[in-house]
Structure formats: structure tokens, C-alpha cells
């Protein structure tokens, strides 16, 4: 299994950007698509979830961040808007089976990707 992240940029407050995970050597139906991120200093926290067609978000990025998959594409998305400058993190994708893994059963369950940097400029 492996996970290609990218779509990562320097961005002003307020803006929009798209992230993209392209999946291979496995099927995006049945298995739990997570983004994580991880700040500078901070640990790695769950932004978002997708399994089937339930949804799951952080509370702090709810309303603003979208997670959806193109399961022709193997590809999981995560679109951004009304970003913050707290949102500057690497942002991470995996694949567990459930939803609500933290970073550390996550890292024990799934597979992840390399990380792509977003900076959100004030």
C-alpha cells in the first residue's frame, strides 16, 4: 500500500486550497481515509475521516474542511476554505479501518503518506 499526498502551498488567510492523496495497492471502499496534521511543536491530531459515506471532522476545522474520494481516481481529497493561520501544519493522509483513530493507533493500524506542508500566511 502506498499513499502519495500533495497539493500543499503557502496560502493567505482566508483562502482556499485542495489536498490530494493518491491511493495504490488498495481500495478506497471498506477501509477509513484520514487526514492528520501536525504543527510545529504540537502533536499530530485527526482533521478529518471518511468511511463509505460517513464523514467525520475535528471540531476545529468543521464547516471550513471537506473530505471526500474519487474511488475511480484511488484519490482522497481534502478541501480547505477560510483558512487560518493556525491551520499551518504537514498534513498527512492514511488509511486505517475505522474512523476515530488517534495519530498513535493510526500509526499502529494504517499505512500513511508523506506529509505536505501548508502555510497560511496572516
Known amino acids: 500500500v502506498q499513499l502519495q499526498a500533495s497539493g500543499g502551498g503557502l496560502v493567505q488567510s482566508e483562502g482556499s486550497l485542495r489536498l490530494s492523496c493518491t491511493a495504490s495497492?488498495?481500495?478506497?471502499?471498506?477501509?477509513?481515509f484520514n487526514w492528520f496534521r501536525q504543527a510545529p511543536g504540537k502533536e499530530r491530531e485527526g482533521v478529518a475521516c471518511?468511511?463509505?459515506?460517513?464523514?467525520y471532522y475535528a471540531d476545529s476545522v468543521k464547516s471550513r474542511f471537506t473530505i471526500s474520494k474519487d474511488n475511480a481516481k484511488s484519490t482522497l481529497y481534502l478541501h480547505m476554505n477560510n483558512l487560518k493561520p493556525e491551520d499551518t501544519a504537514t498534513y498527512y493522509c492514511?488509511?486505517?479501518?475505522?474512523?476515530?483513530?488517534?495519530?498513535?493507533?493510526?500509526?499502529?493500524?494504517?499505512?500513511w503518506g508523506q506529509g505536505t506542508l501548508v502555510t497560511v500566511s496572516s
Open positions: 492514511a488509511t486505517t479501518l475505522r474512523c476515530g483513530l488517534t495519530a498513535a493507533q493510526a500509526r499502529v493500524e494504517g499505512y
Open positions: 495497492g488498495i481500495t478506497l471502499d471498506g477501509y477509513a
Open positions: 471518511i468511511r463509505d459515506s460517513s464523514e
